[in-house]
């Protein structure tokens, strides 16, 4: 079994930073891909950012040149440093993993990003 757990989130100002952390554990095969994913009140859920074991990343348009995501493979952690943040990035933040290989897909919790003046 995998569990994702997430760190972070908060509330911040307009123009502010914000960094979520995520930790896997169970049992995690080496390639996957581990990303974030946004859901605002009435919206669907979006991807914001993923990252390859092999390190390519993949931004949506919203947040390229705002947000970075990076991943530690030796202690299984994705992080997802936000920065310019908008009222528009207000949602709840997901951490997900996707082992390709056997097309399963994990999530964490969600954390709440809560951007407002």
């Known amino acids: 079994q ?3 757990v997430e760190s972070g989130g ?12 995520c930790v896997a554990s ?8 581990m990303g974030w994913y946004r859901q605002a009140p009435g919206k669907q859920r979006e991807l914001v950012a993923s990252i390859m074991s092999g390190g390519s ?9 705002r947000f970075t ?24 933040y997901y951490c997900n993993l996707h082992i390709a290989t056997f097309r399963k897909d994990y999530w964490g919790q969600g ?3 809560t951007v407002s003046s």
């Open 2 to 4: 995998v569990q994702l």
């Open 10 to 21: 908060g509330s911040v100002q307009p123009g502010g930073s914000l960094r979520l952390g």
């Open 26 to 33: 169970g049992s995690i095969f080496s390639l996957n891909v």
């Open 57 to 65: 990343t993949n931004y949506a348009d919203s947040v390229k040149d």
């Open 69 to 92: 995501i990076s991943r530690d493979n030796a202690k299984n952690t994705v992080s997802l440093q936000m920065d310019s943040l908008k009222p528009e990035d207000t949602a709840v």
């Open 111 to 113: 954390t709440q990003v």
